[in-house]
């Protein structure tokens, strides 16, 4: 059993356990849930972290004899017992049926509010991702081989070669996604005398950041045949983000936009 529902949200039926709004079957089946799902323990956990403070700031407070007076005279309380006499049938505004009915609904009305808050929360949309990404691929000695456009929404790159070196014949210079701590993603061969535009598929949008790094090696002609960096790399550059105004307008933005520090040991 997974705590995602069907639609990729966190499953409401959690936070509404912890709200115990829940009839008993369906109490009872998200015990069961937790009994042998440790996901499902965890989710409810989460919950009871995330709401349970809500209540605790609300300070009990006793009202004093004058607030209760005031309600009294508001309700007319003390003008019914009078017109009625001690020994008459007790009016609306004394019938505990009548107040056990008028908690009963107020306590309904509040756990739908706190319900309907809680599925605001689940189903709020996330931040979206930087739309454009910029880097700087460079040499050992410094000098810029390429820089790379990123616009992540429409899943491409556009890689320029800035001066980059010569690559023997029968050789292609080949671009990498390095995430951190993870191995190399092969972005797309490209030109050491014209500008490429390479489609990123998505698991490859999704690690594109500043923690990822962007590497070129020499490969055969057409590419690694293995799907790693078989020659060697000879410029290497880190990721960084756009300006929000807009996409980066060619090379010389690309080049601002990097961050330092391209080569690694």
């Known amino acids: 059993m997974s705590t995602p529902s069907d639609d990729g949200t966190p499953d409401v039926r959690y936070a509404e356990y912890v709200l115990g709004v829940l009839d008993a079957d369906a109490r009872a089946q998200v015990e069961r849930e937790m009994a042998a799902s440790e996901s499902a323990a965890a989710a409810v956990e989460r919950w009871r972290r995330r709401l349970l403070p809500l209540a605790q700031e609300i300070r009990p407070e ?9 309600i009294r005279g508001e309700l007319q309380l003390d003008g019914a017992r009078r017109s009625r006499g001690e020994g008459g049938p007790p009016g609306l505004w004394q019938s505990l049926r009548f107040w056990h009915r008028l908690s009963l609904a107020t306590g309904v009305l509040l756990a739908a509010a706190c319900v309907a808050i809680v599925a605001l929360l689940v189903r709020r949309p996330a ?9 700087t691929i460079a040499e050992s000695g410094g000098r810029v081989g390429w820089t790379a456009t990123m616009d992540v929404g429409k899943a491409r790159m556009i890689v320029v070669p800035a001066s980059p070196r010569g690559v023997s014949a029968g050789h292609s210079p080949e671009l990498w996604l390095i995430p951190r701590g993870g191995k190399p993603i092969a972005v797309g061969v490209i030109s050491a005398t014209t500008p490429v535009t390479l489609r990123l598929a998505p698991a490859l949008v999704a690690r594109v950041g500043p923690s990822a790094m962007l590497a070129v090696s020499v490969e055969p002609a057409g590419g690694s045949p293995s799907g790693q960096p078989t020659g060697p790399v000879i410029a ?3 990721i960084g983000a756009a300006p929000a105004g807009g996409q980066p307008s060619g090379p010389a933005t690309a080049l601002a936009l990097s961050l330092p520090g391209a080569m690694q040991a």
């Open 62 to 70: 006793s009202p004093s004899a004058a607030v209760w007076e005031r």
């Open 236 to 238: 290497q550059g880190r």
């Open 127 to 135: 931040a979206p991702a930087v739309p454009y990404m910029a880097s």
